[in-house]
Nanobody
Framework: VQLQASGGGWVQAGGSLRVSCAAS????????MAWFRQAPGKEREFVAA??????NYADSVKGRFIISRDNLANIVDLQMNSLKPEDTAHYYC???????????????????WGQGTQVTVSS
């Protein structure tokens, strides 16, 4: 599976951005799709996932971010609202066909990764 992220950019605090990830080379509907992010000097952290276990969000983004997918277009989106400076990071999409309920927030459980896209939120 190949993943290509797009979107992102720069926005002021309180604004909104959408990042998208286009998948190719696999049966998209079989995969749990997720977004992770990594800020400079920090570890990669889970943001949101969507798959057969439903949707799941990190506490830090719950109520502000919305993950969605289009299984016909093979795209997963992350709509980010009420952005904060601490949301600044490189955002990566990831895919796995072997996710279970207990590991869907674990980066190591995902086999496929996109190159990521930068999101910068200014205060």
């Amino acid at each position: 599976v190949q993943l290509q992220a797009s979107g992102g950019g720069w926005v002021q605090a309180g604004g909104s951005l959408r990042v998208s990830c286009a998948a190719s080379g696999g049966t998209f509907s079989r995969y749990t799709m997720a977004w992770f992010r990594q800020a400079p000097g920090k570890e990669r952290e889970f943001v949101a996932a969507i798959g057969r276990h439903g949707m799941n969000y990190a506490d830090s983004v719950k109520g502000r971010f919305i993950i969605s997918r289009d299984n016909l277009a093979n795209i997963v989106d992350l709509q980010m609202n009420s952005l904060k400076p601490e949301d600044t990071a490189h955002y990566y999409c990831a895919a796995s066909s072997t996710i279970i309920l207990s590991n869907r927030r674990v980066a190591g459980a995902y086999s496929y990764w996109g190159q990521g896209t930068q999101v910068t939120v200014s205060s």
